[in-house]
């Protein structure tokens, strides 16, 4: 059996390095490399989910027991999974609550976790279509998800950071497009 705390730990230091780009990996924060890592594989699940529920209506089942994934930095990672369905609400409950009490050793914020959730969701539903975000938006106003962030005009707001600007030298990088952070256009 695989020990998934240490396959997580080990999943952690290796964006910590990625991140640390040039510099000592601890030049990054810990729980940044934790977040940033939580947010990728929060939506390499999330994302066949939602098309397929926005294709076809059937949600892949992709609780961890039987859920596998080949551990590649630097963009998507091969994922398998069971021939069997599940729902949106088991994916949020089931894998992902998993991942978000996993996550929280390197003391990252259950605001934070849940923010890079409902983020991926928002993520996916932009490049699928109508049909995801209309999954979405349903699943943005019930818990855990609710008060993550909220969508306006087809745009996602955060109310919370995912962190990855603390990994550049200063703290001083660039915020993501969703990001509280991002002081709105007028």
């Known amino acids: 059996m695989v020990d998934e705390p240490a396959v997580l730990a080990e999943r952690v230091h290796a964006v910590r390095a990625r991140l640390a780009v040039g510099r000592a990996p601890d030049a990054v924060e810990l729980r940044v490399a934790a977040s940033v890592t939580h ?50 609400a088991a994916l949020v409950d089931g894998p992902i609550r998993t991942l978000v009490t996993a996550v929280r050793r390197f003391s990252v914020s259950d605001q934070v976790l849940w923010g890079n959730v409902a983020s991926a ?13 209309v999954v979405v938006d349903q699943l943005i106003v019930r818990p855990p998800l609710l008060g993550t962030g909220a969508s306006a005009g087809g745009r996602f707001r955060r109310r919370s950071c995912c962190l990855i600007y603390r990994a550049a ?17 007028s």
């Open 39 to 88: 947010l990728g594989l929060v939506a390499r699940l999330v994302s066949p989910a939602l098309a397929a529920v926005a294709a076809d209506g059937v949600v892949p089942d992709l609780d961890l027991r039987h859920t596998w994934w080949q551990p590649v930095l630097g963009g998507a990672f091969p994922l398998s999974v069971a021939d069997t369905t599940a729902s949106i």
């Open 121 to 133: 969701f928002y993520g996916a539903a932009g490049m699928i279509g109508e049909r995801a975000n």
């Open 169 to 185: 030298p200063g703290r001083d990088g660039a915020v993501c497009g969703d990001c509280v952070l991002v002081r709105p256009s």
